[in-house]
């Protein structure tokens, strides 16, 4: 049978691999080498599992969303990722990385980040293991992300600013890469999403495979089996899909929905929609899909959402794509406003921006009365109140 899991070598298909420069090598290989020993080790297990639980908050809810599913005439439920410590999933793969890190004997922590989520999960860590951090962060989102700067910093991270190119995300990668490769031993670098070269995708795959375990017995309890008809998840660099999706790959029952940003329009030339628009391509090491100039160089992104702007897709999701294993959705700014407007006053729940963009498919798609649909509720609006207030002038 296909598997649409990675490979020993970190391939999901021909998407993946490590394309790394030879100075980076020794630390990847590291890492490699031992990452699944280490989560496999009892010790490692019950320490993670002890944070999930008493940290994050774990489990998160699986609710069954009445009045969206009496509106759209199926089942609807949500998975409550929204109500973990720090508002969203990253966290899940920041407390992973760092009990990661620990075992390795590393002693420092970079990161880099966009819009600033990833960077406030890792300092969070950080601050609780008592761990040096230093987060990346372009001049401009740093001008941008005043609130989560402000964040990182109260929780003890140092926020270097990268001052190269576009003075966004892809120039923060490059500084903590170059940073990396300068601290080969003592330090570690903790990726935000799924992608980077092998182990990466596949390691930060696993800590949010959580999400779709407990959708598991959760359903069971709720619906008397174990396997929703639809996954759904919204995909920047695509970890918290891989984290929804992960039980349910190689179940060809369970159908997978990918919703990705289509920004002003996919043809507007301000989007980020990876898999309509991408083509096959290195970046941050790993072979998949990107959006990039006819030369080979990576296109600035744009969404409304923050955390979705990733110019390429995790090799995941890139093989879904390619082997038509999952559906995409291109969604744009204006649908995902007014999904996220529609599931406040029909749930009580505020989503983030970036969620919001994964409950704009009913107006897509039809499902039937009995389908079961799981939508994967990445993260809390609070961090967008600004954007919701500018855009619906609240
Ligand atoms: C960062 C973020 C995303 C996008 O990142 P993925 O790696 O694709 O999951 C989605 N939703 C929220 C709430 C986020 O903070």
């Given at each position: 049978m296909r598997t649409y899991q990675a490979d020993e070598k970190g391939y999901y298909g021909e998407f993946g691999g490590a394309f790394i420069p030879e100075m980076l090598y020794p630390n990847t290989e590291e890492l490699r080498q031992h990452y699944v020993q280490i989560m496999e080790e009892a010790s490692f297990k019950k320490e993670f599992h002890q944070l999930l639980k008493d940290y994050v908050g774990r489990p998160t809810p699986l609710y069954f969303a009445n009045r969206l599913s009496e509106k759209y005439k199926t089942k609807i439920y949500l998975?409550?990722?929204?109500?973990?410590h720090t508002g969203a999933h990253k966290v899940n793969n920041t407390i992973g990385q760092i009990l990661m890190a620990k075992k390795l004997g590393k002693s420092r922590i970079i990161a880099e980040t966009g819009a600033g989520q990833h960077g406030v999960a890792t300092a969070t860590v950080c601050a609780l293991m008592g761990m040096e951090c230093i987060v990346y962060m372009g001049e401009i989102d740093i001008a941008r992300q005043a609130p989560n700067v402000a964040r990182m910093k109260m929780l003890g991270a140092e926020v270097r600013p990268a001052l190269s190119g576009s003075r966004t995300l892809k120039d923060a990668t490059n500084e903590a890469i170059r940073d990396w490769i300068n601290n080969p031993v003592n330090t570690h670098y903790i990726i935000g999403s799924v992608v980077g070269p092998h182990p990466y995708p596949d390691m930060v795959a696993r800590f949010q495979s959580v999400i779709s375990e407990e959708i598991k017995w959760q359903l069971m309890e709720k619906e008397g089996r174990e396997n929703p008809d639809y996954v759904v998840a919204c995909v920047g660099g695509g970890s918290n899909a891989a984290g929804t999706y992960y039980h349910f790959l190689d179940n060809k029952d369970v159908g997978i929905i990918a919703v990705e940003a289509a920004g002003k329009g996919i043809h507007s030339g301000e989007s980020a929609a990876t898999s309509a628009l991408g083509q096959v391509g290195i970046i941050h090491g790993s072979k998949t899909l990107l959006m990039q100039t006819q030369d080979g160089q990576i296109t600035e992104p744009y969404s409304i959402s923050a955390g979705l702007d990733y110019p390429g897709v995790g090799p995941m999701h890139a093989n879904l794509y390619r082997t038509g294993r999952g559906e995409f959705i291109s969604i744009t700014d204006d649908e995902a406003m007014t999904a996220g407007l529609l599931v406040s006053q029909l749930e009580g729940i505020i989503p983030a921006i970036e969620t919001s963009h994964a409950f704009a498919i009913f107006d897509h798609r039809k499902f039937g009365p009995d389908d079961v649909v799981v939508i994967n509720?990445?993260?809390?609006g609070d961090k967008d109140l600004q954007t919701y207030i500018d855009y619906f002038k609240l």
């Open positions: 998975k409550r990722e929204d109500l973990c509720l990445s993260g809390r």
